[in-house]
């Protein structure tokens, strides 16, 4: 079901299981295709300026919103249990996106999207992606700054009672930024609820699944995987970051010696939001320096 037929920007649904996944695409005839992963409590709206900008460079953008965030839906029965919100999911769900397109896509993903990006391109065969664009995220990462998100995400289960209100914990959050987030700048990021109140948009179950209670423990998996991956890699980190730092870059380089890394000097790890047009600059950069597109068969289901 597409909502927007304009030429060059459209919003769909993707189903993948029982689930309904909120895609945009940007430049549809665009070339090749870049498929934008949005990292853990995130949506879509985190890429929406470095996919215009990239689209009107010519490429094929598509974003979306990863199962139980944003506008996708949520996964059923998971209330408090978190099942639906597994690795092994996310990944399929990625894997499906992939497919879809008319050609194995560039993919950009951040955090949680480039770990998906991770598995699969390591674990299956052909590798369904051209390349890979990883966004201030390695195989291991520091945990002091993964609990800082958590905490942020866990730290208003009764909302807000208001726009500003939430914008001022963003703020506080976020203090490398220097303008509040507007009204319209949150809408898409909260739901009213039948209390009145403002709830971020992903599901609470979302807590409950294993990419928090467990996410430690797939850091041999994603070591793994990343070993064996052999398309085109870029590792794109924030000198600011507290979840990637130098041990764990070079850790990856030694991992993935053909990797590309560059280090944006102003940028935490919310990479694009931080320094939006050195990110795209980069991203452009890597994706002219690639070998024309070829088409080939997609892959199959990714391994438990």
Known sequence: ??????????????????????????????QPTLLFAHGFGQTRGAWSSAAMALADAGCRCVTFDARGHGESDRAAGAAGS????HMNQFADDLLRLAAAQPQPPILVGASMGGLLGIVLAGEVRPAPFRALVLVDITPRWETAGVERILAFMQAHPDGFANYAEAAEQIAAYLPQRRERKSTEQLRPLLREGIDGRLRWHWDPALLSGDLVQESERYQPRLQAAAAKIDVPVLLLSGARSDVVSRATVDEFLQLVP????????????MVAGDANDAFTREVARFVRGLKPSVDRPQAGAAQP
Request: charged residues 15%; glycine residues 8%; negative net charge.
């Open 1 to 30: 079901m597409v909502y927007d037929v304009a030429p060059f920007h459209t919003v769909s649904r993707f189903s993948v299981a029982d689930l309904g996944l909120a895609r945009e695409t940007w430049n549809p005839a665009g």
């Open 82 to 85: 978190g099942r639906g919100y």
């Open 258 to 269: 053909h990797a590309q890394h560059v280090e944006l000097p102003h940028a935490s790890h």
